[in-house]
């Protein structure tokens, strides 16, 4: 990255930073959700645009660690900091699973996406029916207003505001540390081409079963997250395959494989699609869909103009990154 992309970067997170000082109560709620979008999306990316494994089911790990921290919440009283250890276990469990039933039995491509989908499916009608997660009822975590409790994240806005921009960041170092190791230059090699990967000696199995650990692991924590800051958990909802579609969004439209491009994404959707709907309820129209549309057509642009995602095409157009070639 080039020093004005370098800038531009400190600032754009100095901005963040101070954002919940300026707005109102519904800026950072909205920013709240754009950050928890830009953190699923960079988790998702780990899987896709590292090391070329499609996933279409993705809504499986945020339900598996929401349902885990909340359960062991609301049941056993064990905050979210140390349920979120299991949480992460667990759906690192799973996803291996899924991981090690592909991989060794040679399911690739789209139907191994598909693959994703069945667990994703299976787990929503599963924790539909089981009761001492609330069933189709729901799990509600117990709130206090006016309590401010971090080690139980229980707290203000505000307080989940910073959580969620620290998740971020983090997501976004580690990504970049994965990227730059011989594990991500691994990834990127069984991504661009797996036979000649594994002719010069790369274990595809052990590269994409990591993969799928980092990603469905980090998914999770996303996943802890938003159980405790809505408080509520609906099977029909956690586990959806348009939960899915959200979650890869960002990345696809700010570029698959890049560190900045899943944040920038989200930072393009949730915003528009917030405004969409406010447009809808100032106008009181009934246009149930309309946001799905939109999302639709949105995707449809990017693969038809910037099939490599907005965020390659503003850095070169801003000259954010070198270009090949160029001199540090």
Do not use: C
Request: hydrophobic share 55%.
């Amino acid at each position: 990255m080039t020093g004005r992309g370098i800038v531009l970067l400190v600032l754009a997170g100095l901005l963040l930073a101070v954002a919940p000082l300026v707005g109102d109560r519904y800026v950072v709620s909205v920013l709240t959700t754009v950050l928890w979008f830009a953190y699923v999306g960079q988790a998702w990316n780990v899987m896709m645009g590292f090391s070329g494994l499609l996933s279409l089911g993705h809504a499986l790990y945020v339900g598996l660690g929401a349902y885990v921290s909340a359960a062991l919440f609301v049941h056993y009283g064990i905050g979210p900091w140390a349920g979120m250890l299991l949480a992460m276990l667990v759906s690192v469990a799973v996803g291996t699973f899924i991981g090690f039933l592909g991989f060794r039995f040679g399911v690739k491509g789209v139907h191994f996406s598909l693959l994703t989908i069945a667990f994703a499916e299976v787990a929503r009608i599963g924790f539909d029916h089981i009761q001492w997660l609330g069933g189709s009822g729901g799990l509600f975590l117990p709130v206090e207003a006016g309590v401010s409790d971090p080690l139980n994240l229980r707290g203000s806005p505000t307080l989940f505001y910073y959580v969620i921009l620290a998740l971020v960041l983090g997501a976004l170092a580690l990504s970049r540390v994965l990227l730059h190791s011989r594990l991500g230059y691994q990834w990127l090699a069984v991504r661009e081409d797996p036979e000649a990967a594994e002719a010069v000696g790369v274990d595809l199995f052990r590269a994409r079963m990591t993969a799928v650990a980092v990603s469905s692991a980090l998914t999770a924590l996303g996943g802890v997250f938003q159980a405790f800051y809505f408080n509520n958990l609906f099977p029909e909802q956690v586990f959806s395959m348009g939960r899915s579609i959200e979650i890869i969004l960002p990345a696809i439209v700010g570029g698959i494989g890049t560190l900045i491009g899943p944040i920038l994404g989200a930072f393009i959707l949730t915003p528009l699609g917030e405004g969409l709907t406010f447009l809808i309820e100032a106008g009181g129209l009934d246009l149930p869909g309309l946001k799905q549309l939109f999302y639709g057509v949105a995707l449809v642009t990017i693969v038809v103009f910037r099939p490599e995602g907005v965020w390659p095409w503003l850095a070169r157009r801003l000259r954010l990154v070198r270009q090949p070639g160029e001199e540090a």
